[in-house]
């Protein structure tokens, strides 16, 4: 099983910046995708980006593309999000998720494994 635990979350201004990290324990593997999902209150889970750990190919979405930058750090059973230029409507839920391969990497229900979440609010 594997373990997923989020951090670096918090309150920032709109137009400023955040760094979430993704710890995960547990048995990994170089096949899987690791993405991150949002929930923002009275909305749908939201699938926001997500890498694979062999090649590092990235996937994001449309909401945050240019914006955000996911990465891995296979050595340290690490995943980063860097969040810049921030907007209020990034105010949600953060969510890392895990899964052994490819196929429906932007549905959540095709993630394995999730972790508890860490909430990021950006205030206007």
Known sequence: QVQLVESG???VQAGGSLRLS???SGRTFSSYVVGWFRRAPGK???FVAAITLDYGTTYYGDSV?????ISRDNAKN???LQMNSLEPEDTAVYYCAAKDRTFGLRSADQYLYWGQGT????SS
Do not use: L, N
């Not at 593309?65 to 930058?69: C, E, I, Y």
């Not at 909430?119 to 950006?122: G, I, K």
């Open 22 to 24: 993704c710890a995960a």
């Open 44 to 46: 749908d889970r939201e």
């Open 9 to 11: 979350g918090g309150v």
């Open 78 to 80: 690490t995943m980063y």
């Open 65 to 69: 593309k240019a914006r955000f930058t």
């Open 119 to 122: 909430q990021v609010t950006v």
